[in-house]
């Protein structure tokens, strides 16, 4: 009854009503200091180092170069960078939204005795911060000598309260019905998991995927700490050892360097971005 | 527990919260099924964040550098930590940054999700993709493009100001402005995460119960009150409490931003945590800090679900 | 999404399969009688292509001992060093910021090399200025890579065009070819170019304070009591703070990097910096040159910049023993000059002419001023906290507040870490 409905209330087309222009427009201001910064990111690795800090400042280059690019190619092993990057953070990412939707679907589907006092502890486990816990984490990977691997940077993150408790929230939220019915039919628990719940949570995934892999790809401290040689660094933690003497940092490469860093994930939000319309397209007919 | 929103009901139960879960069953099977389910998660929670937690609450009763001899000092760390004036300071700093970061993240990204969530939005994909950007640059190089606007001698922002007369001075370096700059930049740089959140939340509410809202006459205001905000609980709960555990771990946009200055007005407990762990190798004062603020943290996120459970009985009255 | 889940599952066992396996490279060790060292350092730039050369040079100059480096930053360096030295992996060689030094030696972190300073014939060569830094309660935990005075490098074009001809000699010279090279075009009490770029916190080194603290015969601690509050510190901050407050010779509220931005945007004439300002301006298109702290008052002093590498105390004594063959190979003459000319900074050895370094102005230049250099803090354990109350002091004072006062909070500051165990 739904999808009919909708179709008569629906408007036609968006352009059609003023509200709509309203809304774009409020939106593209919003837009436009948000996006500032970025702007001055990008434009800024195009820049001759001599107009980086150059006064009177200006947004746009006045002398566009690649030279920025030139230099962090002929200084760091970029391609290897990269590589590692998708490595790590793909593999986090992989192996996070695995076991963490699993173990959601126990807190959020399966009533068993601890489950509340299960969840409050995992929660509690975000709380601690991990300046706190490097030192004997550390120890431990290292005691299984992982230290300057692969293992060391994904095995400890394959798991994350974070995302158990993300997606534990959501799966709260999908209808009872689907699953009764499907255990009704003497689905399996794992079956309902697999063709009930992950379906119909693919907004929720998607965006723990995107806020794992961001998270990961970016992060500095934990591939500078758990590895040693430059053939294991991944793009950002890489980009630190373009650093001068006394802190002094050329800003014209590191935001070239930013940049690259920067498109994947772009690119990897905007195919999400896609799927998202596309999985509520469907969720609304159902 | 149950929305009101008419003849929807029957389609649709409402979430639970987190202190109601309904039982499906009963027995030894269900909670080994769970344990299955949870058995690789737990296995990696256990080994890689309980066991190094257990490590540093045992730290934090002895006089320890992390790699030289350790010496028991009961509660001694927790008792120094409350006597030091810079820690006590920055216990009461990372309370104002909360306090602002929390709700304004919140605010802003609830608000920013109803926008770029609205059907009659053109382009909004694009426009969700654009907001979502700070989220994706790296913090180290967002603090170059913030210190290139903001700079009091070399900056954009000044430059631009100063042909309005307009003299915006060193916002990073004065005592008084210098944590709401930091905390204006923390939320540039997260809100697109929390928006998508709630888009993907926005999202997971049947159309219908608007439709259904609107025949019964219900107004924009009255449809966000009894429709958005009640199937919104869960995700908003989350947020919130994310965003806390966020902002009371305020690091590194502290660390790119202003180092803690000045005068240590914009000293936080992890920078405090940091500086005594890694810089003066007290591994016990660290710890017991960190075991201070994880109390704190979980003081706050239990009051934030009562309020969260609650606020869905108020909606659903 | 049957199909995809399965996919994932093999995906993550076949990784973490992999990734198992790909941790057993990380063996290294002592086999067949020779020893291999890790060594960490932070010299990220052309000095560290340099340093890394040497290190391969040492490894084809003889069979025993295979040095390998890992060049992270010095923050990098800070942040990685204590969990590794916990879990008993630390490299057995890492350089390190001087000042940083002591809190680790405190700890037992790093070997005493007295016994490699009394039989090693090239140890005996290193000037003893840089020696002081490795001392901590009067044991020797490292050995100098670099040691260099706090200078003044200037934009020479603002030079010529405010008709300086020579560079200042004394402090009240300085003040006023700073307040000449204040501009002040629009007269709206900002200048647009500032004679100075003075930093109030985190200034380079840590050493710029204490370098002017020095010329008037301050200091900030001597022999483990805190001296920051003396006549002649007061003296120096209101000297100088009133020169911002006042004269506006420098903006206020910039840290080290902030003011050689500005140095390197053109507008400011001078900043107090490393040897390597000369270079990062010239890429900024500025031509500037260097110059020695002008005299204060009592002394011609500057701070130095310091870079000690000590031994971790986890190596054997076989890697101590092969460390120390590195160092004496690292101070050989030929080395020694080699690193100087490739660092930019003075040889750290009295057995290098001055004449071999010649070759490069600015190092030459700074060799001449080596002298003068004062190392920051040595022995002190608790530097960080130390240099934290300098900082507070200097920032309250250009901030407008009474130096006198300001000096006298940060003093109690000091005084506490000093005594501090």
């Not at chain 1, 948000?34 to 001759?48: D, E, Y």
């Not at chain 3, 490069?360 to 060799?367: E, G, K, S």
Request: charged share 15%.
């Amino acid at each position: 009854m739904t999808a009919a409905l909708a179709r008569t209330l629906r408007p036609r087309h968006p352009w059609a009503r003023p509200s709509s222009w309203i809304l774009f427009v409020l939106a593209l201001i919003g837009v436009a200091v948000v996006v500032l910064p970025i702007l001055i990111i990008v434009l800024t690795a195009f820049k001759p180092t001599a107009e980086v800090n150059a006064f009177p400042p200006s947004l746009l280059p006045k002398a566009w170069t690649l030279d920025n690019f030139a230099v962090i190619f002929q200084q760091l092993p970029f391609a290897r960078l990269i590589l590692n990057s998708f490595v790590f953070a793909g593999g986090v990412t992989l192996l996070a939204l695995l076991f963490d939707s699993l173990a959601a679907y126990a807190l959020a589907r399966i009533d068993f005795t601890g489950s509340r006092l299960l969840l409050v502890l995992i929660i509690a486990s975000l709380m601690i911060p991990f300046q706190a816990t490097l030192v004997p984490l550390y120890q431990l990977v290292a005691g299984f000598g992982w230290v300057n691997s692969f293992a060391a940077l994904i095995i400890p993150r394959a798991a994350d309260a974070f995302g158990i408790f993300f997606l534990r929230q959501f799966f709260l939220a999908l209808p009872r019905d689907l699953d009764n019915a499907a255990r009704i039919d003497g689905a399996s628990e794992f079956r309902i998991f697999r063709s009930v719940i992950l379906p119909n949570a693919l907004p929720a995934l998607l965006t723990l995927g995107v806020f794992t892999f961001v998270n990961n790809w970016n992060d500095l401290l934990w591939p500078l700490v758990f590895t040693n040689d430059q053939e294991m660094a991944t793009i950002t933690s890489g980009l630190t050892l373009l650093t001068g003497p006394s802190g002094i940092v050329p800003y014209g490469p590191l935001m070239a360097g930013a940049l690259i860093a920067l498109t994947p994930l772009a690119i990897l939000f905007v195919i999400v971005q896609r799927r998202f319309v596309a999985s509520i397209a469907t969720s609304g007919l159902k | 527990m149950t929305t009101q929103v008419g003849a929807v009901r029957r389609d649709y139960r409402a979430p639970r919260s987190l202190s109601d879960p309904r039982p499906l069953g009963r027995g030894l099977l269900r909670t080994l099924t769970a344990l299955c389910f949870l058995a690789p998660a737990l296995t990696i929670l256990i080994l890689f964040v309980a066991s190094p937690m257990l490590a540093a609450l045992r730290t934090s009763f002895f006089s320890s550098s992390g790699f030289g001899p350790e010496t028991f000092v009961g509660g001694a760390n927790y008792a120094r930590i409350f006597q030091d004036p810079l820690l006590v300071k920055a216990m009461g700093n990372t309370a104002i940054y909360a306090a602002l970061f929390t709700p304004v993240a919140v605010v802003v990204a609830l608000l920013v999700a109803l926008v770029v969530a609205d059907e009659r939005l053109p382009f909004r994909g694009l426009l969700r993709s654009a907001l979502f950007l700070p989220f994706i640059v790296s913090l180290a190089v967002a603090a170059f493009a913030w210190g290139f606007l903001l700079d009091p001698q070399l900056g954009l922002l000044n430059y631009w100001l100063r042909g309005l007369g307009i003299r915006l001075g060193n916002v990073l370096q004065d005592p008084v402005l210098a944590m709401p700059t930091v905390v204006l930049v923390a939320v540039w740089k997260s809100f697109g995460f929390y928006m998508v959140v709630f888009v993907a939340g926005l999202q997971d509410i049947p159309r219908s119960l608007y439709e259904a809202a609107r025949v019964d006459g219900a107004g924009a205001l009255r449809r966000f009150r009894s429709v958005t905000l009640p199937l919104l609980n869960n995700t908003l709960t989350f947020v919130v409490i994310f965003a806390l555990i966020a902002a009371l771990q305020a690091f590194d946009q502290i660390y790119v931003l202003t180092q803690g200055g000045p005068l240590h007005a914009t000293d936080t407990v992890v920078t405090e945590i940091y500086q005594s762990g890694f810089k003066e190798l007290d591994l016990g004062i660290a710890s017991a800090l960190s075991y201070v603020l994880l109390g704190a943290t979980l003081l706050l996120s239990l009051i934030q679900f009562a309020l969260g459970s609650r606020r869905e009985k108020d909606l659903a009255s | 999404m049957k199909r995809t889940v399965a996919a994932a599952l093999a995906l993550g066992v076949g990784l973490a399969a992999a990734l198992t396996g790909c941790a057993a490279s990380d063996a290294g060790g002592s086999g067949s009688g020779k020893t291999t060292l890790t060594f960490w350092h932070g010299y990220t730039a052309d000095d560290g292509k340099k340093l890394n050369k040497i290190i391969d040079e040492f490894n084809a100059s003889q069979s025993k001992v295979t040095v390998k480096y890992s060049v992270k930053t010095w923050q990098v360096i800070g942040d990685s060093l204590l969990p590794a030295l916990a879990a008993k992996k630390a490299p057995q060689i890492v350089a390190l910021p001087a000042e940083q030094l002591p809190v680790y030696a405190g700890k037992n972190a790093f070997a005493d090399l007295g016994d490699y300073y009394s039989s090693s014939s090239a140890a005996k060569s290193i000037k003893p200025e840089a020696v002081t830094m490795e001392e901590v309660g009067g044991k020797k935990y490292g050995v100098p890579t670099g040691f260099v005075p706090l200078s003044v490098v200037y934009n020479k074009k603002m030079f010529d065009a405010a008709g300086i001809t020579s560079f200042p000699k004394t402090w009240d010279e300085w003040l006023a070819a700073a307040k000449k090279l204040t501009v002040d075009e629009n007269g709206d009490g900002t200048p647009e170019q500032y004679g100075l770029a003075l930093p109030d916190r985190q200034t380079v080194g840590n050493g710029v304070w204490a370098s002017l603290f020095y010329g008037n015969g301050g200091a900030i601690e001597k022999n483990g009591k805190a001296v920051l509050d003396s006549a002649a510190n007061v003296e120096t901050l209101t000297y100088w703070a009133n020169a911002v407050t006042k004269d506006k010779i420098s903006p206020t509220g910039l840290d080290g990097i902030k003011s050689d931005n500005l140095f390197a945007s053109g507008k400011a004439a001078m900043e107090v910096g490393g040897p390597w300002m000369v270079a990062v301006a010239a890429g900024n298109k500025i031509d500037a040159g260097m110059a020695a702290i002008p005299a204060g008052p009592k002394a011609q002093a500057a701070s130095a910049i310091g870079v000690s590498m000590g031994i971790t105390s986890t190596a054997t004594a076989a890697e101590k023993k092969a460390a120390e063959t590195f160092f004496d190979y690292f101070y050989s003459k030929k080395v020694a000059a080699e690193w100087s000319l490739g660092s930019g900074w003075p040889p750290l050895t009295t057995n290098v002419a001055e004449s071999a370094v010649s070759s490069n102005p600015t190092v030459a230049t700074l060799t001449a001023l080596a002298d003068r250099a004062r190392p920051l803090l040595p022995g002190v354990i608790k530097s960080s906290d130390v240099l934290s109350a300098v900082d507070d002091a200097t920032q309250r004072a250009l901030g407008g507040e009474d130096p006198a006062a300001a000096l006298k909070a940060s003093q109690l500051l000091v005084q506490s870490a000093l005594s501090a165990k």
